[in-house]
């Protein structure tokens, strides 16, 4: 049986893009051609937007119980905390930062596929691909050499910085590598200031230094070693390691039994359109930025998340419903501009080099800290809650008081989160009544039902499958509503 979606990369991103598709009973082979998940932690933060999401998925509570929880984040230049954002107040089920390296959140993603039953097709490689308007044909090659011709109504790209799926779309990868050298470490640590429940962020005259918790007593290092030199970064050794967290950090930390060593440089690239026809790109495929602020991987789950509950609903229709999938590129290419600006500041300021740019960025930083609203709007951009489609096109009418189309939904506490069926369906935050029902049962199919509205009690809502709101109106509008639905689920010429 030939499979609807055919996805090319089973990391985190490419992961999550199947199991939400699984979970939504559409036909998947993903396929790798790496012999073996990662063994490395790599990415290290999963944010609380994510988990929200993932906790609709069902695999959120796995997570959480086998990461780290970081509450918090420090600033510090000439050994005093100019900055501290506090994320515990954030509103979300998460109010942390989740430290679980990559390795055990691809097995844990990768164990919920199964339950889903799918599995990642390891060894195997996508070689070239064409498409018309019927569907996709892609040639994949096997670890033995062997060739198979898969047909798939929609092809995924999630395979990395380096996409082969990018490359066969003959897309720009716009922007630029900096030209600077970074080190990372993840190694065992002692005699670090403070809580294993902050990271902390070094402003130094020499560059930058910061330090993640990854569980008790192992911690993540990373700073910036200068110019770039030779066509590679070099891997550093612990001396060197050392040298620059005594340097730049507090003298009495020691590192050893590093678990991971490795040089870098930062690319900051983005494809304009993340869709081609059938062909959608996802995560690394179509963004890569900073680590600063670890949201990469985060953004590329959420790509996933925005794309799967469009896809779902398009595939094994008659006809494809453009307006739905139009909006994906729409969407997610804004996130991932503003992502890609927002990490690059962060770089930016803490690589920063002349004395008197530093007098004035601490000076700056230090008074901007001392303001509550300022704490909390970083803190709600960190962990990603903030993060939303005002401008996305499947924003509807906005009559009641409350979030605006676009704007996340907070999940509400002890109930199901919306999107977590089997399912894509829409919430319908609304007191019942004659109008009401009547527009449940246009729409039995896209809607299930919620308490009345927690933001306004005049008003209904109207919430997407990955809980955003898509359109409020005042109580007797039903109408509008249902004229928003149909706007955006027609399906198109």
Not at 67 to 95: L, Q
Not at 252 to 281: A, C, T
Not at 380 to 389: A, K, M, N, R
């Amino acid at each position: 049986m030939q499979p609807e979606v055919l996805i090319v990369g089973a990391g985190p991103v490419g992961l999550t893009m199947a199991a939400e598709l699984k979970r939504y009973g559409v036909s998947v082979r993903i396929v790798d051609k790496a012999a073996h998940r990662s063994d490395k932690s790599k990415a290290l933060v999963i944010w609380s937007r994510t988990l929200e999401l993932l906790d609709r998925l069902g695999c959120g509570a796995a997570m959480v119980a086998a990461g780290h929880k970081v509450t918090g984040a420090n600033i510090i230049a000439h050994g005093e905390t100019i900055g501290h954002v506090d994320v515990t107040g954030v509103a979300s089920p998460y109010p942390f930062a989740l430290m679980l390296p990559q390795s055990e959140t691809e097995r844990l993603l990768e164990a919920q596929l199964s339950r889903l039953g799918a599995n990642v097709e390891r060894q195997v490689e996508a070689l070239r691909f064409t498409q018309d308007a019927e569907g996709v044909t892609t040639i994949l090659r096997s670890a033995d050499g062997a060739e198979e011709t898969v047909e798939s109504d929609w092809l995924i790209g999630c395979d990395g910085a380096h996409s082969v799926i990018r490359h066969a779309l003959n897309l720009p990868f716009s922007g630029d590598t900096l030209q600077t050298d970074w080190m990372l470490a993840d190694t065992h640590l002692t005699g670090a200031p403070g809580s294993d429940a902050e990271l902390s962020v070094y402003w130094h005259a020499d560059g930058v230094l910061a330090i993640f918790p990854i569980s008790p007593g192992r911690y993540r290092v990373v700073a910036d070693v200068g110019p770039a030199k030779g066509p590679h970064p070099a891997d550093p050794t612990l001396e060197e390691v050392q040298a620059i967290v005594e340097r730049r950090g507090v003298p009495e930390m020691r590192v050893s039994d590093p678990v991971w060593l490795s040089g870098f440089r930062i690319n900051e690239r983005k494809v304009h359109d993340y869709r081609v026809g059938r062909v959608f790109l996802v995560g690394d495929a179509a963004h890569v930025h900073s680590p600063a602020g670890g949201q990469g991987m985060n953004t590329g789950m959420q790509d996933a998340v925005n794309l799967a509950w469009k896809l779902a609903l398009a595939c094994g229709a008659s006809r494809v419903p453009e307006p739905l999938l139009a909006s994906y590129s729409a969407e997610r290419s804004a996130v991932g501009e503003q992502i890609l600006k927002q990490a690059g500041r962060l770089t930016a300021l803490g690589v920063m080099r002349n004395p008197v740019g530093q007098a004035v960025r601490n000076l700056v930083a230090g008074v901007a800290f001392g303001f509550g609203p300022v704490q909390r709007a970083m803190a709600e951009q960190l962990t990603e809650i903030s993060i939303g489609y005002p401008h996305g096109p499947l924003n509807g009418p906005h009559g009641a008081g409350g979030p605006a189309p676009g704007e996340r939904a907070a999940p509400d506490a002890g109930r199901k989160p919306v999107g977590a069926g089997d399912r894509p369906r829409f919430a319908l935050y609304a007191a019942r009544s004659p109008a009401v029902d009547r527009l449940i049962a246009e729409h039995v199919d896209l809607m299930e039902t919620a308490p009345r509205s927690p933001f306004d009690r005049d008003g209904l809502w109207l919430v997407r499958p990955d809980g955003y709101v898509a359109a409020s109106v005042k109580v007797g509008d039903e109408a509008s509503l249902a004229k928003h639905l149909d706007e955006v689920l027609r399906p198109g010429p």
